[in-house]
């Protein structure tokens, strides 16, 4: 039987409201990498034309969560960045992601970007899923189709990001 987008949500919603920490946002990765492997859920949500390349398909009216689709049909290359002050779950239902956690080597402020540097470099593959805390610097590249959930601790599109760029990119 599928897993359906209303089971994935009141999942995530126990979750978060057991444990709002770490250990909650580890609970609902597992949920996230099984609905990724659900042929269903992901032919149902996660289509080129409704989510290309972002589509909230749940916002939490309580706890302030989305699930959001996504779909890359060409190569995309993503600058590092956070999430401002919320957190992220990215999940690969098709498709590989290479992932890159940044070190902040310099904080900004007002009138200058923080600066990063490389740490690590990771594949997510289907079925993966990846949590990615407040403050937490990354980028992902993606260079085939990929489609992924991405579970938002609060709606991206009403969060201001911070301004990041790569210490090596600053100085050319």
């Known amino acids: 039987m599928a897993y359906t987008l209303e089971q994935l949500a009141a999942d995530i919603r126990a979750a978060l409201k057991a444990d709002a920490g770490i250990g909650g946002k580890q609970a609902v990765c597992k949920f996230v990498s099984k609905v990724l492997l659900d042929k269903d859920f992901v032919a149902k949500h996660l289509t080129s034309d409704q989510c290309k390349p972002r ?102 599109d009403r969060i201001k990001r911070s301004n990041i760029k790569a210490a090596s990119k600053a100085a050319a």
């Not at 990215?90 to 402020?109: F, Q």
């Not at 007002?110 to 980028?139: K, M, Q």
């Open 55 to 156: 589509k909230v398909l749940y916002e939490d009216p309580e706890l302030g969560f989305c699930i959001c689709g996504h779909v890359y049909e060409k190569p995309a290359h993503g600058e590092p960045h956070d999430h401002g002050s919320s957190w992220a779950i990215y999940g690969l239902a098709e498709g590989d992601t290479e992932m890159t956690d940044w070190r902040i080597v310099k904080k900004g402020d007002a009138a200058n970007p923080t600066l990063v540097e490389p740490e690590r470099t990771y594949v997510l593959r289907p079925g993966d899923s990846h949590f990615y805390d407040v403050g937490v610097v990354h980028s992902p590249k993606r260079d085939t189709v990929t489609r992924l959930v991405r579970i938002e601790g609060a709606n991206l």
